[in-house]
């Protein structure tokens, strides 16, 4: 039976009808939506879970005689990871010790050699003052012929000659001060640096074994037995997976409301979107990544073409929810910014260096423990360490010298 195309119009408004009514409906619900709440947050899904990655390099000079750790391995601050072949840097630091003691043995001698001359200048003084006193006695009983102007003359030429004597132990006294002078044995600049030698040394040795900086699960593991390394090659990376943030690059269009301090909701694809990570803004970074990339843009070029720049925004993440829900650096990330509060500006940062991986420790004992030893090997090869005696010759030749016109 045909239907009367009256009908057929008539039912296929109502269709439209309904069908525009549905359509008005869903897009005044959508706007209420958006004004209510999608209109404060920014989403951006060009975001990614990162963190710090420790670099673990090589200190010193050698071959590796044994990798303590695998990949994936979770190790402890100060934990041994590499082990470097010892017997160069063993033999080093006991050349150096032997130089210490040799260089503080050779200094002692200076500082005897000084006793000496101050000797042997207190002593021709002592014969200078007794010639003179002869002289004085022969010149007042020349005049009554009690003696010869002979004998007189020899007095005063052997006067002369201890003159000349003690000028010439003055002499090598001096010298022997301008080695020693203003100091003592055991800080005197040679031995200081031969001191510093073995520190150097010592430190050497010590890093021939290699620790871990901080605690975290090794990756990038490069290092194998056999390789001789050089200061500076990295041999792994330390991957701390308590303290983690997310990089979000919003494009700047999004950038106007986006503050410091504003709450954000992270979705990780490993998880899907049945788990949310809770985190705050802690700082814009002051460039686009075009600036810090390895060619950045040069637009007085004349070849700049405008696109739309992202800006990194760093997102703190709660620490309780990543050791709940651990995550790696590297994720991809849903990430959405609540922006209806934006009382902070721009160039506030609320990141910090609280965490761990910010400072390590396992260097301070190195230097401390070199000191100790070194001090042990120059009290070992010291010898005699009274300095004072040599003043003592500094008067007697002083009143010597003032004495010398009395009796001319």
Same mark, same amino acid.
């Given at each position: ?45 060009? +975001? ?8 673990? #390099? ?53 500082? @005897? ?55 010439? @132990?003055?002499? #090598? ?9 203003? *100091?003592?044995? *055991? ?13 150097? !040394?010592?430190?050497?040795? +010590? ?48 950038? !106007? ?35 810090? @990339? ?40 849903? *990430? ?33 423990? @070199? ?28 009143? !010597? ?8």
């Amino acid at each position: 039976m045909r239907t009367h195309p009256k009908i057929i119009r008539t039912r296929r408004n109502r269709y439209l009808l309904s069908v525009a009514l549905v359509l008005a409906v869903g897009a005044l619900a959508y706007a209420g939506y958006w004004w209510h709440y999608c209109r404060f947050w920014v989403i951006s899904r060009n +975001a990614f879970v990162t963190g710090n990655l420790i670099p673990v #390099e090589a200190d010193a000079t050698g071959i590796v005689t044994q990798v303590l750790v695998e990949e994936s391995q979770y190790v402890n601050k100060g934990d041994l990871l590499v082990r470097l072949d010892e017997h160069r840097a063993r033999t080093a630091l006991s050349r150096s010790r032997g130089e210490l003691g040799q260089t503080v043995r050779e200094i002692g001698a200076v500082f @005897a050699t000084r006793r000496q001359m101050c000797q042997k200048l207190i002593a021709r003084t002592a014969r200078l003052a007794r010639v003179r006193h002869d002289v004085a006695r022969l010149r007042q009983a020349l005049p009554n012929g009690s003696v010869s102007e002979q004998a007189l003359q020899n007095a005063e030429d052997q006067m002369a000659a201890l003159e000349a004597d003690m000028r010439e @132990a003055e002499a #090598e006294l001096e010298s022997v001060d301008a080695r020693v002078g203003g *100091t003592s044995r *055991t800080l005197h600049p040679d031995v200081e640096a031969a001191k510093h030698r073995f520190i150097a !040394a010592y430190l050497e040795y +010590a890093r021939q074994h290699i620790h871990a900086p901080v605690s975290g699960y090794v990756s990038m593991r490069k290092v194998q037995v056999g390789n001789r390394v050089q200061p500076g090659d990295q041999l792994m990376t330390l991957v701390p997976l308590e303290h983690l943030w997310v990089e979000a690059n919003l494009r700047e269009t999004e950038m !106007a409301r986006v503050r410091p301090g504003q709450l954000a909701e992270i979705t990780v694809d490993l998880y899907g979107e049945s788990r949310v990570y809770h985190g705050t803004v802690e700082g814009l970074v002051p460039g686009t990544g075009s600036v810090f @990339a390895l060619l950045p843009p040069e637009n007085a070029s004349g070849n700049f073409i405008h696109i739309v720049e992202r800006v990194p925004v760093r997102i703190g993440l709660r620490q309780e929810e990543v050791l709940n829900n651990p995550i790696r650096p590297g994720l991809s990330t849903r *990430t959405a910014i609540y922006v209806k509060d934006s009382d902070q500006s721009q160039g506030v940062s609320l990141a910090g260096v609280s965490t761990q991986e910010y400072e390590t420790d396992i260097f301070i004992d190195e230097l401390a423990d @070199a000191e100790a030893e070194a001090r042990k090997i120059i009290r070992a090869n010291l010898i005699q360490e009274n300095d004072a005696l040599a003043p003592e010759c500094r008067p007697l030749h002083a009143a !010597a010298a003032d004495n010398a016109g009395t009796y001319r």
